[in-house]
């Protein structure tokens, strides 16, 4: 596992047993990897299991949040790599707040091979026992507190980021939605 920075057209690898050897103390070995930012209460946090990668072992990044003020956590994505029960990429997002949601996936993005030429419409798996769908076109005319949500081309995205201009496409509406159902 390694850490990737950029910057200025240049880039580096660090590799993450490089910075257990210098920084941890501990006999036992750490069991994941955490990148984090805040802004107030809340903080949103990547983390990575430690050690081998290999399919039996299940890598993968979560993404999560936590406010230290109401004491409270929020799983919202997991991005698992090829394993021993999926040969593909996956993606699950989750429906937030541990305490009160389910600890299940409400979605599922599977990155299956499309041909060069195949412009069907993405396939995405949704729990319909625990979520319900609503097409962009229709939420607008939704009755409820979400119903202000609209998604909106991304034209952009923030200089800090490592994720690709296509990838940003693809996710930046989930991300929108997510943001603003948190708050």
Sequence with gaps: MQIKLYGNGHS????VQEIIDK????ETA?????MSTAIGDETIAATAMLGEESPD??????LDSRNARKNSSATWFILETPNETNPYVTGYAYAGNDETESDSWITKIVDAPRGADDDSKRL???DDDIAE???TKTASKLNTKYAQI?????TSFSKASSITRNSVSVWQPMIKILSLWKA
């Excluded at 580096?12 to 590799?15: F, M």
């Excluded at 920084?23 to 501990?26: F, G, N, P």
């Excluded at 072992?57 to 979560?62: E, F, L, N, V």
């Design 57 to 62: 072992t299940y890598p993968s990044i979560r």
């Design 124 to 126: 995405v798996y949704i």
């Design 150 to 154: 609209t998604v909106q081309p991304v």
């Design 23 to 26: 920084y941890w103390k501990d």
């Design 30 to 34: 750490p069991f994941s990897f955490e």
């Design 12 to 15: 580096c690898n660090i590799p």
């Design 133 to 135: 769908t609503v097409d």
